[in-house]
């Protein structure tokens, strides 16, 4: 009995053995979720977000995850930033669903610093901005007041207590055990961001003319051997107003030359025209590119300047659906895939492939070796 038990463990864990680098964007609409699974099972959930606040996006995920990974737990979770399409909406769905009813767990838990609820505050679902002792932050939402109140509370007993992390950028904070791999917080908060002489990462919520929830997001540099991978949130790449009152600044062209040039990247903000922009794209590269968007979004992502940008310099531009035709339909490099978009790269190989959850298409291109020479993390 005890030789059948142990030969059925081996079969089970062989059936989810992993022999390379495995990026799976999932397919969340207006929205973002993607699962980073290295050669060795050390797993990365970056965001899990939703594209309203009653869809369950996280009852998807979840299952992906246990598909994926034959098992509910996942290393590290990073939480980009602090909006619904990025952590969904806290106790409903999102990562608080994943955590609290799906069973989905985590080793550790990265997230910006932000702010933190007030001590002896309780009541998260009826929380507004005076219950929060803010830190890093311009505008804000319901959405965020409502994470930080079930994120940092320290009367409640949940399944992010002792886990949570605030990022530190240039750190091992994630760290793989594979032989040549790394995952490097190239920013978080707008650290090292100045706007007229102030830093952004500070407290603005109750000013006028405050700095975008975007400026803020963590970004990640993923590298496994030759192949790198750029994936941001919605980190900002202009210098503007929005029509909403709020300012984008140009955190991208500060850190591009951190990142240095790309064999993958996923999109920042969806492919938004506040983002993307010319010297970020112009040193990143980009051999293929991936957006995350959702079908007949408001928002008209992806947007003619960040594709025709991707577009100079990607031989392919996938999408998670057919977001915005009217300037897709446009360019010849795109390929709507409709579903999941998974990645691999074996490690030590010339070429990575990217296909759909269904493998109805592989696409190879090659590892670009011998990349120039970026600058060292925390350097701009």
């Not at 990562?95 to 989905?104: N, P, S």
């Not at 707008?190 to 990462?201: E, R, T």
């Not at 496994?224 to 941001?232: E, I, K, N, P, Q």
């Not at 977001?323 to 999941?340: H, M, P, Q, R, Y």
Request: aromatic content about 10%; charged content about 20%; overall charge negative.
């Amino acid at each position: 009995m005890i030789v059948i038990l142990l030969l059925i463990s081996f079969i089970f864990s062989f059936a989810y053995a992993n022999t390379g680098l495995d990026i799976h964007l999932f397919d969340v609409g207006q929205a973002d979720a993607q699962l980073i699974v290295f050669p060795s099972g050390y797993s990365i959930l970056v965001d899990a977000g939703e594209k309203k606040t009653g869809s369950m996006n996280c009852k998807m995920i979840a299952e992906r995850i246990k598909a994926i990974l034959g098992k509910s737990h996942v290393d590290v979770a990073v939480l980009t930033h602090l909006h619904l399409d990025h952590v969904g909406m806290p106790y409903k769905n999102g990562f608080w669903y994943l955590m609290e009813k799906a069973g989905i767990t985590f080793g550790k838990f990265i997230d910006r610093d932000a702010g933190v609820v007030k001590n002896g505050f309780t009541a998260c679902t009826t929380a507004v901005s005076e219950n929060i002792e803010w830190h890093n932050v311009g505008t804000y939402s319901s959405t965020a007041i409502k994470w930080l109140c079930y994120a940092t509370n320290k009367q409640l007993q949940n399944n992010i207590t002792g886990i949570r992390e605030i990022a530190v950028p240039c750190s091992n904070q994630i760290n793989p055990p594979d032989e040549g791999a790394s995952v490097e917080i190239v920013i978080s908060d707008a650290l090292g961001v100045n706007s007229d002489g102030k830093p952004l990462a500070a407290d603005y919520h109750d000013q006028k003319n405050v700095p975008s929830e975007n400026d803020y997001s963590i970004s990640l540099r993923i590298q496994l051997g030759d192949f790198v991978y750029s994936t941001s949130g919605d980190l900002d790449g202009q210098d503007s107003g929005s029509r909403f009152g709020y300012l984008y600044h140009n955190i991208e062209s500060l850190y591009k030359d951190v990142v240095g040039e790309v064999d993958l990247y996923k999109a920042n903000h969806h492919g938004s025209e506040h983002s993307n922009n010319a010297e970020w794209l112009g040193v990143l590269k980009p051999t293929v590119s991936l957006i995350s968007c959702g079908h007949g979004n408001l928002y008209k992502h992806p947007t003619e300047p960040a594709v025709s940008l991707m577009n100079k310099y990607s031989k392919k531009i996938y999408l998670t659906e057919d977001c915005n035709a009217a300037v897709t339909d446009k360019f010849d490099k795109i390929v709507i895939v409709g579903s999941e978009i998974i990645v691999h790269y074996q490690p030590k190989s010339s070429s990575f492939t990217v296909s759909n959850i269904g493998n109805t298409f592989k696409h190879s291109y090659n590892v670009k070796k011998n990349k120039p020479q970026r600058k060292a993390c925390g350097v701009i």
